[in-house]
């Protein structure tokens, strides 16, 4: 988009550049086009631009065999991208991107999220799109080049923090190129810069619970010239055999920690419960009778048949809630599963540990469970006998933080849907039981919870 398209296309509009929304249109049409080709995109890739404003990106994104979402909360821009865009295949959502639902995303291919951002809310949106319930593989965003330095320093340097720290975690930051402010109308009072954030495989993510780490990373940089000794007390009275095992001096401070080494002072402060080879579960025969107990991994390892449970919670807008497991889970890994899973334990009844898993995994206690059927043993269920029971959940879940990425509710028809179009998103045991679901014809009565 030229500069002189801008100005043709506010008059048409009848409108000015808004401040308040951190309107700054590009009118430089290479540099537009550079940040599309920096998305990397691939056929049947669903890109969701934030802030589209006059369409400056757009315009190249739109010569792509791909789906497009566009978010923009200034309402007569939003209707000029409507007339301008929207087709079969490209949808135009007026609203605030912070309150846009991420549960719509899922389901329709690779998601890639692209923005020159509303300075005033970059860092909100940055934590939007990057949370678990974010189905984004890589980002690209224009941001205030002071924010693009924080999400890519190095440690020892007055840009590197707790953002920088926390963010890059699990996804990897690189700093694409700066932007003068010229390139913008109007120009703002600042210069920007062009970043990438890509999803870490999980082998690169060290299994820790994240909100203890990003708490842990937080007080240590609330006061940056403090020894970190002073700001983490818990770790006071071992400090110099910390010290001494993440090779650093004892009067360390935040900022001289690198990302691992803040991931080892995790680790050792709060030392995380790993997956245990050392459960016992039940082996039975074809006919789910018990021959004898053996540990978790002679179990695996040896395809002999044994019990698992997967029960499916339903709110009162029908819709199911579904858990999307742990990265670091040793099977399914990443996959979005039943509300709640597991084996069922060496003497446990297969609805006692219905009840436990419902328990450890969400923190609910005791919700009222129907049996919906049971699932015999095969490669796709890992070789298991497994009951499958439905429930009606209202209100909070509390995740388990090294089992669970994040649990949501969603429409029983999108997850159909979804089912249908992505199956490799879902457990394959997931997959079974939704189907025993919609066999057994309708889901709970929240008003009647099964007894
Ligand atoms: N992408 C266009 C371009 O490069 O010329 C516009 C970029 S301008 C910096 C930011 C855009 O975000 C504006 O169109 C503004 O109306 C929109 N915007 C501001 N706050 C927003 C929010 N919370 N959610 C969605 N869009 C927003």
């Known amino acids: 988009m030229k500069f002189s398209d801008i100005q043709r296309l506010l008059q048409e509009l009848d409108t000015e550049p808004t401040r308040s929304l951190g309107q700054n249109f590009l009118h430089d049409q290479n540099l537009a086009q550079w940040i599309v080709s920096s998305l990397d995109i691939q056929p049947g890739d669903h890109i969701v631009e934030i802030g589209p404003g006059l369409g400056a990106l757009t315009e190249y994104l739109a010569d792509h065999d791909i789906r497009l979402t566009l978010i923009e909360k200034d309402g007569r821009l939003a209707a000029y991208l409507k007339e301008r865009f929207q087709s079969a295949t490209t949808s135009v959502f007026h609203g605030d991107a912070l309150d846009f639902d991420l549960r719509g995303l899922w389901g329709h291919g690779p998601v890639k999220v692209v923005g020159n951002l509303p300075y005033y809310v970059s860092t909100p949106l940055i934590a939007k799109f990057t949370s678990p319930l974010s189905p984004a593989s890589r980002l690209v965003f224009t941001l205030q080049l002071e924010l693009a330095r924080r999400l890519n320093a190095e440690p020892k340097t007055k840009d590197f923090g707790a953002m920088t720290v926390c963010v890059n975690r699990r996804w990897k930051a690189t700093f694409l190129r700066k932007l003068p402010a010229s390139v913008f109308f109007p120009a703002p009072k600042v210069d920007s810069a062009v970043i990438s954030l890509d999803r870490r495989p999980a082998h690169d993510v060290c299994p820790l619970d994240d909100s203890v780490f990003d708490s842990l990373v937080r007080r240590g940089f609330s006061e940056r010239r403090k020894q970190l000794r002073n700001t983490i007390p818990e770790c006071k009275n071992n400090w110099p055999s910390i010290v001494a095992k993440l090779h650093v001096p004892e009067t360390v401070r935040a900022e001289e920690l690198s990302l691992a080494q803040w991931e080892s002072l995790a680790r050792i402060c709060f030392p995380a419960s790993a997956q245990s080879g050392a459960e016992m579960f039940d082996v039975v025969d074809d006919q789910d009778i018990v021959l004898r107990a053996e540990p978790r991994d002679t179990v695996h390892v040896n395809n002999f048949l044994h019990r698992a449970v997967h029960m499916i919670l339903v709110n009162s807008k029908n819709h199911i809630l579904l858990q999307k497991r742990s990265i670091w889970k040793d099977r399914n890994p990443g996959l979005w ?38 699932l015999t043993p095969c490669k796709q269920t890992g070789w298991e006998f497994i009951e499958v029971y439905t429930g009606v959940h209202e209100g909070e879940v509390f995740p388990a933080p090294l089992e669970v990425e994040t649990a949501a509710y969603f429409p029983l028809d999108q997850v159909s849907d979804w089912a249908a179009r992505c199956p490799a998103d879902f457990s394959p045991v997931f997959l079974l039981s939704l189907e025993l679901l919609s066999k057994y014809g309708s889901l709970p009565d929240p008003s009647h919870p099964a007894a």
């Open 337 to 374: 599963d039943s509300s709640a899973a597991g084996h069922v334990d060496s003497g446990e009844t297969y609805q006692d540990a219905a009840l436990r898993e419902l328990r450890e995994e969400l923190g609910i206690s005791s919700p009222p469970l129907k049996r919906i059927g049971k």
